[in-house]
Every structure is written in structure tokens, then in C-alpha cells.
């Protein structure tokens, strides 16, 4: 069982920048690919970026590809997601995921964080 918790998550002008993380529990954090996805009201839940286990392959969205990072770091069982240039369209809940294996964005993912909110004023 791995349990995620996010944080990071506030209030930005459009232009600004977040960085938000996600610690998860255990022992085998490097053996998940880990994702993020984001999900605004009243839409469905989309899918972000992933890293893969060792954070030699990421994997992005076409829209946020080129202002948003992931990144890992193993020793402190941690995922990161660093936005730049956010934007209004960017406002959503963010949650991190768990996919025990290799580097997939949009397979199915086994453990889920209960989300940050990230909200971009214009």
C-alpha cells in the first residue's frame, strides 16, 4: 500500500509560478512510475505528466508540455511538479498517482493522493 499526500497548492496571478509536491509512504516509492493529473470543475479529470521510476523519462500533456517539470527525488520518497506561466485554464484540483511499473501517462494508476488546489487568477 502506498499513501500519497500532496501540497504546494494556493493562489497565483497568470504569469506566476507553483511548485507542488507529493510524499509518498514506504519502501518501494522507486519502483512507481508516478504521475500527476488535475481536474477542474466540472470537467473530467486529465491527465498531466508522469515520471518514470528512476526520473530518466517524463511524459507530458501537449498543454502544459514546455511550462510545467516533474521531477523525483527517490532518497525522500518525493514527486514534484514545478509550473511556470500558469494561467487561468491551468485552476484545478492536482493529484499525484502511483503506477507500480514502467513510465505510462495514461494507463491506469494504483494509488491516488486527495489532491492540492491550484488556482490561477487573471
Known amino acids: 500500500q502506498v499513501q500519497l499526500v500532496e501540497s504546494g497548492g494556493g493562489l497565483v496571478q497568470a504569469g506566476g509560478s507553483l511548485r507542488l509536491s507529493c510524499v509518498a509512504s514506504?519502501?518501494?516509492?522507486?519502483?512507481?512510475?508516478m504521475g500527476w493529473f488535475r481536474q477542474a470543475p466540472g470537467k473530467e479529470r486529465e491527465s498531466v505528466g508522469s515520471?518514470?521510476?528512476?526520473?530518466?523519462?517524463?511524459d507530458y500533456a501537449s498543454s502544459v508540455k514546455g511550462r510545467f517539470t516533474i521531477s523525483r527525488d527517490n532518497a525522500k520518497n518525493t514527486v514534484y511538479l514545478q509550473m511556470n506561466s500558469l494561467q487561468p485554464e491551468d485552476t484545478a484540483v492536482y493529484y499525484c498517482?502511483?503506477?507500480?511499473?514502467?513510465?505510462?501517462?495514461?494507463?491506469?494508476?494504483?494509488?491516488w493522493g486527495q489532491g492540492t488546489q491550484v488556482t490561477v487568477s487573471s
Open positions: 514506504g519502501r518501494t516509492f522507486n519502483r512507481h512510475t
Open positions: 515520471i518514470s521510476r528512476g526520473g530518466t523519462s517524463t
Open positions: 498517482a502511483a503506477r507500480y511499473g514502467s513510465n505510462c501517462l495514461d494507463c491506469p494508476y494504483d494509488y
